[in-house]
């Protein structure tokens, strides 16, 4: 099993960034993706999770600033990320999730990491 994250950069306040977790190894059309993300000095977070089916749940973390989404034709998930603050800086990761109606729970699988730089 791979998660492969990419997509990150620099940008400034107010600008859009897109990130892809890219899979392998798994039954992609059934497994919930999730996004989160863990700021310098901070606790990861999580940020928004979808299903196999396309049911898509988010965070306060970024809420109404961001779509999570599935790109079937390359067994990846991708977050777009829009109106970005400063405090939007900091390492987002993906990772398998298993959704248990109100609940996520963590897997051991995890993407390596994209940092994401956000300045004013």
């Known amino acids: 099993v791979q998660l492969q994250a990419s997509g990150g950069g620099s940008v400034q306040a107010g600008g859009s960034l897109t990130l892809s977790c890219a899979t392998s190894?798994?039954?992609?059309?059934?497994?919930?993706i999730a996004w989160y993300r863990q700021a310098p000095g901070k606790e990861r977070e999580l940020i928004a999770d979808?299903?196999?089916?396309?049911?898509?749940t988010y965070a306060d973390s970024m809420k109404g600033r961001v779509k999570i989404f599935r790109d079937p034709g390359r067994h990846a998930v991708n977050l777009k990320m829009n109106n970005l603050k400063p405090e939007d800086t900091a390492v987002y990761y993906c990772?398998?999730?298993?959704?248990?109606?109100?609940?996520?729970?963590?897997?051991?699988?995890w993407g390596q990491g994209t940092l994401v730089t956000v300045s004013s």
């Open positions: 990772n398998i999730g298993i959704r248990e109606g109100d609940i996520l729970k963590q897997s051991i699988y």
């Open positions: 190894g798994i039954v992609f059309s059934i497994n919930t």
């Open positions: 979808v299903t196999g089916d396309g049911g898509a």
